[in-house]
């Protein structure tokens, strides 16, 4: 059965709202639900009934169910996970906790580190090493296993993981660990060389424990979700979206629920690609914000940039470094504690700062009328007039305007001296530039300028934010696509089933054994296979990385490699090809030193199914003016008051129609912000395209 003939579902369980797409044989049906934090999987049935009775089709009918879901950040982040026994190599004990020997913040006597997921007193220690090729130094001390696996049961641990050092050239070591341990354990055992079979230990040690740590939780989540699925009559197959893009069985999800972090974001950045390859646009950045948090990602010829780790629970905003690490393959984005319902607050030196706590669904921001007092970017907006109040969440929400003001006043408003709305202007301001700072932080660190890009937005909040983004950013195009309130969502139902296999194998370009690399990379597509067959047997595409640097170099840089058995005399392409990228990442390659190694340190193997391309849409950039129907006054930030603003169902627009800005273009999910200083135009496909109307003024009313 094809794609087009099944009918599918997609869920995404955010901090505030869950959101559930329908797609029945290409007509779409949404819903936003909010999250129910004691049982998520409950927003998801009442999701699923809302959206089956709006296409008259039975819960029985689906064909398939793809969810992503931030649980186990959550989990992560929160410290809401199983007590955990970290089993590691005698005198790396302490890893976890040393980290690494860099200062993230360098003048700062104060620093404050992430403190571990496992306290020093759960850490155990056993004799046994193995070399960094993989060679037996010391045997494994077998009773000294044994002596520690009954302490693990007498203690009641939820969970273990196994890390040691060099597990990733030889796991044999680890896997007998686990076998002893099971013995008189019956909590799950993770290990290392299976969940991140890759070079640096803190690293690997790091991303074991995490995944230990939230693999009850949502193993047992993920096996009441498809009891509860099943009892409704949705007796189908359940895939999860992994954090890097790619769809994998409910099984492998629980057995590594680590690779689920960052699951939802990653479904948002395929939405964006899909869109960016629907109109042929090389260079986009998407916005995604939502109501806990706002992403940016650089997608460039359709495809999300991507990292081989990636860090949560950061304690300094910003920082690189200060997280806690997951070791894993992951699309590479910033995230910033942004959406719509990040609380505002005034610092001690009278700034007004949004984020990253949240008001999240419950109890909401104040203006839910569901008990919260602390104003957020939602009471703010409302202030402002971008909402309506009787019609947020299609009219399923109502809001109330007077409380909105009343929290902006009591924690804003009254400490600066400002009116509400006045105050509400500012803490929009701030949320907006915060925004615009992460997504410039993100393009130069990738050594790109953001506003050689084309923005798409998408996510409940963004389309309200996206057009003052753009002002601050100097991005003169936007596309706010049809669904964008439930981005995420559609994206699950793009992605394709696939896996990426990693394995740190130190090859040296002076010594290539063309058979050794052919063995791993062959051992690595089988894996990365075995888990895409799990969901497919359609034609598969590989895709083979290899992360290189030049001998004595502390990081690596990706190289594309052939799908292909490899020769002797290909060592040489390989050179160049890194020389090649070496000098698009820094500007030149380093010859002139004799005797200069190049070598290999991690191979990477992305088996995934082949999808197949959206039709092709030209931008229209111009068209004949839609008048709106209706108007009411709307803050507007680039001339700094409340204008008459035209008020237009996205439903009503014809492709080709054009909607003078300041305009708010509105549906069920989200409302599209038209500032002055742009024009709206609908596209062939329903997609928003906002369009500056002077590009010379580029930035120049940020």
């Not at 009219?395 to 009254?414: N, R, T």
């Not at 949320?431 to 923005?455: C, F, L, P």
């Not at 009503?652 to 054009?658: F, N, V």
């Amino acid at each position: 059965m094809t794609a087009l003939s099944q009918i599918r579902l997609g869920a995404d369980i955010g901090g505030t709202f869950t959101d559930i797409v329908l797609d029945v044989r290409g007509m779409i049906h949404s819903t936003k639900v909010l999250t129910n934090y004691a049982k998520p999987e409950q927003a998801i049935l009442d999701g699923i009934a809302i959206v089956t009775k709006e296409a008259g089709v039975a819960p029985s009918a689906l064909d398939i169910v793809v969810h992503g879901t931030t649980l186990a950040t959550n989990a992560l982040i929160e410290r809401r996970g199983a007590r955990t026994a970290f089993v590691t190599t005698e005198g790396f004990r302490d890893v976890i906790e040393m980290r690494t020997e860099n200062r993230f913040e360098q003048y700062d006597l104060g620093i404050r580190l992430p403190t571990p997921l496992v306290p020093r007193e759960d850490r155990f220690t056993v004799k046994g090493r193995i070399n960094a090729r993989g060679q037996e130094l010391q045997p494994l001390d077998e009773a000294a296993l044994e002596a520690i696996a009954d302490r693990i049961a007498a203690e009641g641990f939820g969970a273990v993981a196994i890390g040691f050092i060099h597990a990733y050239a030889n796991p044999a070591p680890e896997r007998r660990a686990r076998e002893i341990i099971a013995r008189k354990v019956k909590a799950p055992i993770s290990i290392s060389s299976e969940v991140s079979p890759q070079m640096r230990e803190f690293e690997r040690f790091n991303t074991v424990c995490a995944n230990a740590y939230v693999r009850p939780q949502m193993a047992d989540y993920l096996d009441r979700l498809q009891v509860r699925l099943r009892e409704m009559g949705a007796d189908c197959p359940v895939f999860m979206i992994h954090s890097g893009g790619g769809l994998v069985s409910v099984e492998t999800a629980a057995e590594f629920p680590v690779r689920l972090v960052e699951s939802g974001p990653a479904g948002g950045a395929i939405f964006a690609a899909d869109i960016a390859r629907r109109f042929d646009l090389d260079h986009v950045v998407s916005y995604d914000m939502g109501g806990t948090t706002a992403k940016i990602c650089l997608i460039e010829d359709f495809q999300p940039r991507t990292a081989r780790s990636f860090e949560v629970a950061r304690t300094y905003r910003f920082c690189k470094g200060s997280g806690m690490p997951i070791s894993i393959p992951v699309i590479e984005m910033i995230e910033i504690g942004a959406g719509g319902g990040s609380i505002a607050w005034v610092d001690a030196m009278g700034r007004i700062q949004t984020g990253p706590e949240s008001a999240a669904s419950e109890p909401g921001p104040a203006c839910y009328q569901r008990g919260g007092k602390r104003p957020a970017i939602t009471d703010a907006d409302l202030v402002l007039a971008k909402l309506d109040p009787d019609n947020f969440a299609g009219g399923a929400i109502k809001l109330s305007v007077e409380k909105a003001e009343a929290a902006i006043a009591a924690d804003v408003g009254e400490r600066l001296r400002l009116t509400p709305q006045a105050a509400a202007f500012g803490i929009g301001e701030v949320v907006d530039e915060n925004m615009a700072n992460a997504a410039r932080v993100h393009a130069v660190e990738n050594g790109k300028n953001i506003s050689d890009n084309i923005m798409i937005a998408f996510g409940g909040a963004a389309p309200l934010h996206a057009a003052r983004l753009c002002e601050k950013l100097g991005v003169d195009l936007c596309l706010v696509p049809e669904g964008a309130g439930v981005g995420s969502a559609i994206g699950f139902l793009k992605a394709p089933f696939g896996y990426e296999a990693v394995a740190s194998r130190l090859v040296r370009l002076s010594a290539f054994d063309a058979t050794e690399v052919n063995g791993l990379l062959s051992g690595l597509k089988a894996t990365a296979e075995a888990f895409v067959r799990s969901g497919t047997d359609g034609k598969l595409l590989c895709e083979i990385t290899a992360f290189m640097r030049y001998a004595g170099q502390g990081w690596e840089i990706p190289v594309s490699l052939p799908d292909r058995p490899f020769a002797a005399a290909d060592a040489e392409a390989i050179r160049e090809s890194f020389r090649e990228n070496y000098a698009r990442f820094f500007g030149r390659a380093i010859d002139g030193l004799d005797g200069l190694e190049i070598e290999i340190v991690t191979w990477s193997v992305k088996v995934q199914d082949e999808r197949p391309a959206p039709a092709r849409q030209e931008l229209i950039r111009d068209g004949a003016v839609h008048a709106p129907a209706t108007a009411r006054k709307v803050f507007d930030p680039t001339k700094g008051a409340f204008l008459p603003t035209g008020i237009v169902e996205r439903q009503t627009l014809k492709p080709g129609a054009k909607v003078v800005g300041p305009a708010i273009i509105v549906e069920r999910e989200t409302s599209t912000v038209v500032t002055s200083p742009f024009d709206a135009v609908l596209q062939g496909d329903g997609t928003i395209l906002l369009v500056r109307k002077d590009p010379s003024k580029t930035g120049a009313s940020a």
